[in-house]
């Protein structure tokens, strides 16, 4: 079992900055892959960035080269900054992590991130 504790949300103006937390506590050694989504009121969730166990990242056009996905082993922590940020990455962001043989997926409570104009 992995748990998911996100923190770093807030409401920020545009073109400001947030990093956003999320510290993995329990089966941690067998954590694989470690993704970021978002949800916005009447849209599907998305994938925002996603870093895997050997360290490649990918992201989603629409965030890319304003968000990087980083960890820190030490501290079982995953993280999200985010800058330039526009009304538009307004969202409840969601920490994921996969984990074991059977890749189990578990989820962070989401965080809520708003971006004023």
């Known amino acids: 079992q992995v748990q998911l504790v996100e923190s770093g949300g807030g409401l920020v103006q545009a073109g400001g900055s947030l990093r956003l937390s999320c510290a993995a506590s329990?089966?941690?050694?067998?954590?694989?892959?470690m993704r970021w989504y978002r949800q916005s009121p009447g849209k599907q969730r998305e994938l925002v960035a996603e870093?895997?166990?050997?360290?490649?990242?990918n992201y989603s056009p629409s965030i890319k080269g304003r968000f990087t996905i980083s960890r820190d082993n030490a501290k079982n922590t995953v993280y999200l900054q985010m800058n330039r940020l526009k009304p538009e990455d307004t969202a409840v962001y969601y920490c994921?992590?996969?984990?074991?043989?059977?890749?189990?997926?578990?989820w962070g409570q989401g965080t809520q991130v708003t971006v004023s104009s």
């Open positions: 994921s992590m996969t984990s074991g043989i059977r890749n189990v997926v578990y």
């Open positions: 329990g089966s941690t050694v067998s954590i694989k892959a």
């Open positions: 870093l895997s166990s050997g360290g490649s990242t």
